[in-house]
C-alpha cells in the first residue's frame, strides 16, 4: 500500500508546529524553533516570514543570547497580542465572571457579577452570561468585534461536542445551550467545558514537566470533580463529558449524596459533606442547596484545633478519595494528582488517609512516590484553561489558512 502525504497537509502540520514552539517558548528565536520542531532552517524561515506578514508574530526589539557567548545575538520571535481578542466566562457557584484575553495570552480586561446560581431562570443565566462579557469588553476599550472565540466554563456535565451545560450542582436547569446564546450574541464560535477538564489543561501549559502525558485534576469544593489527562489528552465519555469521578462508589448504600445517590465519594469528600459528619449529623441528611455558604475554613480551623469529629471527617473523606483513585489506577496505573479547591485547606490531615487507601487497595509498592500537589484557588486555573484552550483552537484555524 503506498501512503500519500498531501502538500497542504505537511503545510498545515508545519505551520501548526512553529505556532506551537513560539507559545510555548513565549519568546524564542528561529534556531529554537528549530531544535524544538526538527524542521529544517529554510522552512522554519519561510513559516515564520508568513506569519509575520500576516500578522501573528511580531520580532520585539530585544534579541536572545547565541548560547555560546559567541556570534551574533539571536532574533527574537513572539505571538503578536493584538492578533486576536478572546472572550472567556465562568459560570460557577454564586458567581459569573468574564475576562478579555489578547493573542497572546495576558488579560486586558475583567468583570464579575455576584448572583444566587440556584434562583435563576435560564433567561437569568443567559443575561448574566452575556452581560458580563459585554461589561469585560466595554472595559477593555475594544469594539466586541474583534473578538475571535470564546470559551465558556461550567461545574457541570457538557454535551461532548461542548455547546450545551446539560447538568449542573449550581441550578436545577437542564440542557442549557450556552454556547448558541454566546454565538448569538457575539457572532463568534463558542465552547462549552468543564471547569475540572480546564484546569487540567491549565496545569499541562503551566508546568509541563509535572503535568505532561497522565495525570489527573480533582476538584474539592462544593462537589467533586476530575479532568482526566491521558496520553496527551482529556478524556471524556461518549457523549457527554463524562469523569464524573465525584459519583463513583465509595460506600454502597452510604451517605446521601446530593445527586441522590448513596455511598458517592462526593457523599464523603466535598465540602457539605465533610460538614455534615463533622457535625455528627445523621448520613441520611439533606445536602444543602447550592445557595447555601459553606464556611469551609471554620471546619479546617475546628480539625487543627484538634477536634475530633473533624478530624475523622477529614480523614474519611480522604479513605473516599483514595479509594476512587485505585480503581482509577488499577485501569490506567498511577500518575500525578493535582487537588484543587477549598477542600485542600485540610490536605495535612486528609493525605495519609488517602495513601493508606491506596496501599491497602493495591498492594503497597511506591505509593509514597505517587506525587499528590494542591492548588487551593481554583479560579486562576480555570481561567487560565479557557484561554488557551480558546487560543489554541485559534491556532489550528491560522494554520489550517496556510493551505486556502
Known sequence: MTIVIRSNEVRRGNRGLVLSAVRRGGLVSRTDIG????????TVSAITSDLIADGFL?????????????????????????????????FQLNLVSAAIVDYS??????????????????????????????????????????????????QGVTDVAGSVLLWSP????????????????FSVPTSVSNDCDLMARALNRREPKRYSTSFASIMLSYGVGMGLFLRGTIVN????????????????????????RRGCIEAYAADYAIRRAARGEPEDT????????????????LAHAGDARAIQAIKEAGRAI????????????????????????????????????????????????????????????????????????????IADAAVV
Open 35 to 42: 531544535r524544538q520542531t526538527g524542521l529544517s532552517a529554510a
Open 58 to 90: 511580531i520580532q520585539p526589539s530585544q534579541t536572545l543570547s547565541s548560547g555560546s557567548g559567541r556570534g551574533r545575538p539571536k532574533v527574537a520571535l513572539t505571538v503578536n497580542p493584538a492578533a486576536a481578542l478572546i472572550g472567556v466566562v465562568i
Open 105 to 154: 495570552g495576558a488579560t486586558i480586561s475583567e468583570s464579575s457579577r455576584q448572583l444566587t446560581s440556584a434562583e435563576l431562570t435560564p433567561q437569568d443565566i443567559r443575561d448574566a452570561l452575556v452581560g458580563c462579557l459585554k461589561n469585560a469588553m466595554d472595559r477593555s476599550g475594544y469594539d466586541d468585534r474583534l473578538l475571535s472565540r470564546i470559551a465558556v466554563s461550567v
Open 170 to 185: 449550581i441550578t436545577e436547569h437542564r440542557d442549557l445551550p450556552l454556547a448558541g446564546w454566546m454565538r448569538r450574541a
Open 237 to 260: 465519555g461518549l457523549n457527554t463529558s463524562g469523569t464524573e469521578f465525584g459519583h463513583m462508589v465509595f460506600q454502597p448504600g452510604g451517605a446521601l449524596c446530593r445527586c441522590g
Open 286 to 301: 439533606m445536602p444543602p442547596a447550592p445557595a447555601d455558604h459553606i464556611d469551609f475554613q471554620q471546619i479546617a480551623d
Open 322 to 397: 483514595g479509594t476512587g483513585l485505585c480503581s482509577l489506577f488499577a485501569l490506567v496505573d498511577a500518575f500525578p494528582i493535582a487537588l484543587i479547591g477549598r477542600g485542600t485547606l485540610v490536605f495535612d490531615i486528609m493525605e495519609g488517609a488517602i495513601r493508606e487507601a491506596l496501599e491497602s487497595t493495591v498492594g503497597g509498592g511506591n505509593i509514597n512516590d505517587i506525587d499528590i500537589h494542591c492548588f487551593a484557588d481554583e479560579k486562576p486555573l480555570v481561567a487560565e484553561g479557557c484561554a488557551i484552550t480558546a487560543l489554541l483552537v485559534l491556532d489550528e484555524e
